[in-house]
């Protein structure tokens, strides 16, 4: 066997984040793939010819993670991202002023309904929010060409229209980084479209971004895959190489979902290699943990890797 | 503290499904919760004037589930379907004639990539499926009406055409029962979309769901979410509340994922009461369990109370 | 490969138990697991040279499994048990009369303690029960044996002195079978015995029970494993083998806890294969369920099968 | 509601682990608990009236937590630790010499049998280390006082002997931490207690234990409780306080564990409120993560602050 020596960490307290990152390297269980998911996720993006596929599922933007997505976009560390409607929802609201708050999950649903107030776990949102959020799209909606598009093009257009720079949407717009979210119709920007296509004109297709997610796929000379999650965005970022000659070169996924019970969210990775999904060679490594403290020490690592 | 006492659950051979489950409403932890999932889906049934909506995420179809789901629209259970488009995907492979199979999860994915065969923990499917499923869908995409429509109809057109009574589509289409499915782009039969539509036409509508799930919920009395999994159609069940002035009157969920990092599939029902989605005085249960374990039996249960 | 098709399970009105369990073992997932552990628990117990090893770990007798564990002991289903502390002392408290209650996990802490009730997740006691429980076991203490004793000859001399016949703990007693509590120090019984023994003596040895559990190992032709939960009889159960030239040859648990972080109780099977606990060629089958849900079905398809 | 405002973390190369964990604090979901864990452990371990009650279980050593565990005690942050078996073992097979090794938690379980490897998830161990520790045991053991004694003088005078200073039994043994450890049974240093008293003396009484934990909680001013996993530690240090007028005054709890299913390790800490174990005042807080992850970052936080 090739094994290494576990070495003991040992912590400092000038230990920095990526110190201990790399010691965890010769730990076992989850601080061992922490390390391991640092390295593939450094290695893609140092690579100038590896595309990077972001997927963003779960309430992370809520939980205080907008900026650390923005800022991978801005940087250039992603090249495209798949995410569910909810955090592009969640990134606009905050980009009108609106505030998540935090406090207990153990806070009591029926007061807060009295209150207006919504609950996400121990994150809480006034409900006005989404009432602003109406008068916020509706104005965007009317500004966008009237002509057939894709999700992909429809969120460009959002995106381009959004004055705020901590905004994901508006700095994927800047940066051109397409973001693809094949679940928007699930979202309360799904919802508002229905009030306003009501009396308005608007029409974006459902299987109009197909052309570009396999353009990207078909082009890509390797493809490195970060899943924050699992949900729509993971099986999206996949299956588009399951219909391309290619297949992914690496991947990371950070998910608290299991694999017992046949989902795909928790699924191992090594699966999608059966697929051809994920290339038989690939570097993977899933981390069992909350995405709100793993992502922060991972980037936190990178960036004094100097990305 | 209006307790009940635990009754020691006694089983003989004689013991029935619904025997067992009416046991479990004196025990604790997941007997009791599977217990009151089995009730407060029988009173959601048996009430003419409450719609059943059932939410339909992670792999069930492979894994053996799909006759109970269809029994369940056919015997007139539930009124609308939200699914992953994963599930419509395998029903319409099944329906063609190809087979799941069931191995060991354990499996050489290296080894299945070689042999063609896509790998869902312990089941398992030759790619080729995916190949005909191309050509059979092309079929039927060509010989549905142009115009545009949404997903709803999309799929309601598709299903009458698939030749097999026991397919969840063909079932659904013949009882007039809709199936919503906001992430169908994420599927394969969005993908074979896209090879169709490089040379075809077929326009279907991200938004145009919208106006008959919400008029659905305006006109429905009472409603009942019966959700298996979590995910976009637990989500989108939930939020077509969150924007009318109605709200659901019952809820059971059975899932693995856990509430503690924030995502909506492991989120507790209750959550969904801030929110307006589900009533103040609403009924509900989470059975923290494998849905292939949980399901049958409980759909067992309710046979043998006459539904 | 050599994989079985799936088969869709049908439900009927008269699905019985057993006939679900078996539908199962040609489905996926859960299902399938469960319906192997059925198949695997049932060779072990027919095989009159097969020792059943029973592990239980988990608040089990709170929450309505005590009869369905002491018939599997009165009906020479198991030929040792390994337990911890907790369902013994719950055991002795139900003997006692008390009784144990069904409510919701929502209830307020602080107001239970003011009105000195202990919760179990949804299930609660009177915290008078180990007040009383104190008085019973001193009483018990003073009758028993003033020699030096391992663990398991204790719990013999108090199970013969528990007067009532739905007792774990007598049941054992009186049909003679081993019950082992490795971690008994950490019980209410281990607490009441440190109020004991300011003036009394007892005296019980840590090590004395290895010889009785080494010499069962050695002597046993085959044996089988059943772990409800994980925990300290896991760990016993299997470690016994670790250090005697026999192995067990076949094993079973049921459990919700995970591999990926290390601990014991999530371990796969497979993993004791390498420390010579379970044999090369040993059927094994973990269920990722909650035992009051997994338990009761497995017990009533081996009642149908005729055990 | 007296809510926070979320405040987007925002990463830089120079983040330090407790700018970014106070960062934290205004974040959600783990993010938050893991904070909130920081912030009380480092209360407790600042206030000289607090005694600091640690429970470890898990594969920790294995996995190279053990000179973070060592250090805690050394560095004074500890008062009293309750064990498995499995830690210490692991702990004195490094003393001796041996090493854990690293690599797939894929690994041949067959093969590993071959080689006489022990695997532990990703982590591995030659079994020919358990035969030496039954050497360098039983050398101990011929040198202890003759006389009966309680599992924590037991490991007390075992720590005394072991030669090196790296050690977590040494340390305790040198800084008069006490180390209990009810389940000692179930772990390899029984198993090799068996082997020995075939031959020889030795006596170590299962309740003897229970007058020294009962007289440093009748004794302490303040407790707080940091568990590290959950089974017999976390039940040990918690029903200490049930059955003293004491309670404890704060508790964080790291654990992969969930609470529905009724199980002592994954149970809130808020339960043990109602048992009269923790304060109706306590702090506390549950972090949901693998303990390889959580516990460096916490220790590299409290030790930048000054600890």
């Keep these: 066997m090739n094994h290494k020596h ?5 912590i400092t307290k000038k230990s920095s984040v990526d110190e201990i990152m790399r010691q965890m390297e010769a730990g076992g269980f989850g601080a061992k793939k922490l390390s391991e998911a640092a ?7 140092k690579d100038k010819e590896t595309k990077v596929f972001l997927g963003v599922a779960g309430a992370l933007v809520p939980a ?11 940087d250039g560390w992603v090249d495209v991202v798949v995410s569910t409607g909810a955090n592009i929802t969640h990134d606009i609201i905050e980009a009108m002023g609106h505030h998540h708050t935090v406090g207990s999950e153990k806070a009591d649903d029926l007061e807060l309904r009295d209150k207006k107030i919504d609950r996400i776990y121990d994150v809480f949102l006034e409900n ?4 602003d959020l109406e008068t916020y799209l509706h104005k965007i909606y009317a500004d966008i060409p009237k002509k057939k598009m894709g999700v992909r093009e429809f969120l460009f257009e959002i995106g381009k229209r959004i004055d705020d720079e901590n905004s994901i949407l508006r700095t994927a717009a800047d940066k051109n980084v397409p973001i693809f979210c094949p679940g928007i119709a699930d979202s309360a920007m799904g919802f508002h479209a ?13 299987f109009e971004d197909m052309k ?3 353009a990207i796929t078909w082009n890509s000379k390797n493809s490195s895959v970060f899943i924050l999650g699992g949900g729509v965005p993971k099986d999206y970022i996949l299956q588009a190489m399951q219909f391309s000659p290619k297949e992914h070169s690496s991947a990371v996924q950070i998910t608290m979902d299991r694999p017992e019970h046949g989902g795909l969210s928790g699924a191992e990775l090594r699966e999608s290699i059966s697929w051809g999904k ?24 990178l960036k004094e890797r100097g990305l």
């Design 64 to 74: 205080g993670m907008r900026k650390i997505l923005r800022d991978m976009i801005a």
């Design 6 to 10: 576990i070495k003991q960490i040992d």
């Design 278 to 301: 994920l290339g038989k060679n690939a570097t993977h490594a899933t981390v069992t943990a909350d995405i709100t403290i793993a992502l922060p020490f991972i980037v936190a690592a």
């Design 194 to 206: 229905w009030s306003y296509i009501l009396d308005n004109e608007l029409s974006v297709d459902v």
């Design 212 to 214: 570009e997610i396999m």
């Design 39 to 45: 390295t593939i996720l450094e290695a893609a993006i």
């Design 128 to 131: 006005k929010a989404y009432e």
